[in-house]
């Protein structure tokens, strides 16, 4: 039996329109054509000016701070994720443009081998088609200690990698439930943004201040960190 949860529509002004029902499982998320061919219906499509495409919801992390973590993840086929890009791809090359894309996934690479033939899957369809388009992904550090991931995403034209590492000192992370073994997690940070530098991926780091327990020892680790 399919699951289904309650969302709520508002215009841009605020304005309820509508309850709406989708499926618990994104695989069966019906399709709705949300590309228009007026610019002035959309100048900024969403976060930094781009096209935000989801392909999997939920994280299994616990981090202290966040909504959606300890949540099981449910993906889309490789697959599904072409198709959808592929028509949000097409549809703004026909107007002219260069198609900028955000795979707003919680925690894109959560599973290495699915985002590695997502990665050459995009790679084919770049090569068959000649598309002119970009695309980043949110993500953690510990996926991208993994070159061959970093690599092939690149390779399939990946051009940025947001990463929640949210502070460097390893007080700070137990604080928020960010990783079991901090000096562990610091090293692959480090490994990570390497990888990234190694393959002309610009990384990007989500950082918290303000975090309870905070001192000028901390603050002091962080700074020498950045």
Known sequence: TQSFKKMIVFSKE??????????????????????????????????????????????????????????KITAQDPEVVIKELSYIVSQKNALGQIAQISIQDNFFAQNPKRAKVISQLIIEYREKTGALFEWDVQTRVEQFKDR???????????????????????????????AHNPQKYLRQTIQAIENCLIYGITPHIDFQVGIPGETPETEKTNAAAL
Not at 154 to 175: H, I, Q, R, T, W
């Open 148 to 178: 061959d991931l970093a690599a092939v995403m690149k390779k399939a034209g990946c051009s940025e990698a947001y990463f929640g590492v949210e502070n460097f000192d390893p007080m700070m992370l137990k604080v928020l439930n960010k």
């Open 14 to 71: 605020g304005k309820f329109i509508e309850d709406v029902f989708v499926p618990e499982e994104i695989q069966d998320m019906p399709h709705y054509d949300l590309i228009i061919d007026d610019d002035s219906l959309y100048v900024k499509e969403s976060q930094f000016e781009k096209i935000n495409l989801v392909t999997a919801r939920g994280c299994p992390m616990e981090c202290s701070f966040c909504a959606v973590g300890d949540q």
